[in-house]
């Protein structure tokens, strides 16, 4: 499955004792009505998310992972690959519109 967004949040790496990692991040979907949707990417795809950061427009290739664990029902999407569509806008903010001065107000 794919689908297409902005990244919100990239949360830390989580390692576990087993040596296996994972990484979750969030995306907004476009659209009428935007979703935050988490997903997790694990082991190398987790270090791939060094690529990335909140703001860039990317389309997230994806699977369902569902489990069981004492009689509840859980389900991860699971990112296998993310692709760059727009580099987010910089850090430094555009300058704002020049305020007119008190000569070239229409009144």
């Known amino acids: 499955m794919e689908i297409k967004g902005t990244i ?3 949360m830390e790496t989580v390692k576990y004792d087993s040596g296996f990692y994972k990484r979750e991040f969030v995306l907004t979907t476009d659209g009428k009505y935007p979703q935050d949707i988490k997903f997790q ?12 950061e ?3 427009d990317v389309a997230v290739s994806f699977d369902l992972r569902g489990n069981e664990y004492k009689e509840r029902y859980y389900v ?6 993310l692709d760059l ?18 000569g070239d107000l229409p009144f």
């Open 76 to 81: 991860d999407l699971n990112a296998w690959k």
């Open 8 to 10: 919100k949040l990239i």
């Open 85 to 102: 569509l727009r580099k987010g806008a910089s850090k430094v903010t555009e300058p704002a519109e020049p305020v007119a001065s008190e």
């Open 41 to 52: 990417a694990v082991k190398e795809k987790a270090d791939s998310l060094d690529d990335f």
């Open 54 to 56: 909140p703001g860039d």
